[in-house]
Nanobody, 121 residues
Framework: QLVESGGGLVQAGGSLRLSCAAS????????ISWFRQAPGREREFVAA????????YYRYSMKGRFTISRDNAKNTVDLQMNSLKPEDTAVYYC????????????????WGQGTQVTVSS
């Protein structure tokens, strides 16, 4: 299972750190990604990390503001989000895939329940 935490309400320009806790199985051979879905919009890829190699992948528009990382000891994948904008408001999901670095939702077998991020202007 994957469980997200860390969402909330923040003002524009602020920061949030989301965490995805993995349990029930080992995800050492998986890519863990963050996706987000804003109201009325399709879910979109945000960032990914390959658990074993630590290689990271970002949606181009997120690079520089968002940082994905993993903590092997805690079995978590975090998403540090800085300089947040109102358009970052969405439900953020973490997901696991056996395909390295895939941005396609169809590649993901495991999903968390999501955590709401709201950025006020």
């Amino acid at each position: 299972q994957l469980v997200e935490s860390g969402g909330g309400l923040v003002q524009a320009g602020g920061s949030l750190r989301l965490s995805c806790a993995a349990s029930g199985r080992t995800f050492s051979r998986y890519t863990i990604s963050w996706f987000r879905q804003a109201p009325g919009r399709e879910r979109e890829f945000v960032a990914a990390i390959n658990w074993s190699s630590g290689n990271t992948y970002y949606r181009y528009s997120m690079k520089g503001r968002f940082t994905i990382s993993r903590d092997n000891a805690k079995n978590t994948v975090d998403l540090q989000m800085n300089s947040l904008k109102p358009e970052d408001t969405a439900v953020y999901y973490c997901a696991a895939s056996g395909v390295v670095g895939s941005p396609s939702q169809d590649s993901y077998d495991y999903w968390g329940q999501g955590t709401q991020v709201t950025v006020s202007s």
